[in-house]
């Protein structure tokens, strides 16, 4: 049986993939991840595969479990926070050091998940990171494939527009940053899951853009995900430069908010990413947008499941 270690696993992409994974796939999991709690969750849920808790930014014996195997899907991201040393860390040096295992090693075959922003405009510590890491992935001899998808939601989201789902939920109003007319493309994790999936069994090569295929604006996502959840919530639009300094002021108070500034500039740039047809591409079904909202905030096992920070 193939040995595929996945990086990251504990993450908003690891959670949805490992199940389609054992579902569909004959494979031995090796999973690893460093934040405890989220780990132990992934652990709790599927006892019959390896778990590794382990800083990836530091050498370790995971690295000989990654050297073992026979293919690997790189899903390790610093996605939010307020130091660039842990962009630094966790996309930069953890991949290089993911990299070495599986060129001395036995893999053969990679996936790495890169991001859209790598295209976009904004100028922050996770482009610039991203941007970085996917020079290293390109440059390695293995047989890889790199994936840029756009936003992601799913089970277990805790960054996105699930932690967007629990706000509207436990406050009185739901805060919009100017005219909330901001494009998004929203890609569901299941269907980014299947595209894993199909890299794996084709081991198809190069890059590609995996933007979600349907355009919405922010404030219309907004009220999409309210309708889905049955939520009452107002909406209520602020202008952006006291949405920034509210979010200046709560980063005084938690070191590691949910939403940043940067995040926060990234949302009102205006990028719109390329759309391909992954789903031929890839041989695989998209979801429809409100289809997967559904499967994402309405799964009776896994969507009330929420990941720490």
Known sequence: MPKVFVSGAAGLVGQNLIPSLKQSADLEIIAADKHPANTRILRDLHADITVIEADLAKPGAWQDELARCDLAVLLHAQIGGLEEREFTENNITATELCLKSIEEGAVSYFVHASSSVVNSMADDFYTRSKTAQEKLVDASPVPHVVLRP??????????????????MEDKPVFPIPGNGKYLRQPLYAGDFSAIIESCLSSRIEG?????????????????????????????????????WALLKTYAIFD????????QLKALVTPDVFEVIDWPGIFGIQETPLQQALEQAFLHPEYSHVTLEF
């Open 207 to 243: 890059t590609y853009n995996i933007s979600g295929r349907q355009k919405i604006d922010y404030i219309d996502l907004i009220r999409a995900i309210r309708n889905t959840v049955g939520a009452k919530t107002p909406i209520v639009k602020i202008p952006y430069h006291l949405f």
């Open 255 to 262: 070191r590691n908010p949910p939403f940043t500034t940067s």
């Open 150 to 167: 756009t936003l992601m939601f799913g089970w277990f989201d805790r960054k996105h527009l699930g932690w967007l789902r629990r706000f």
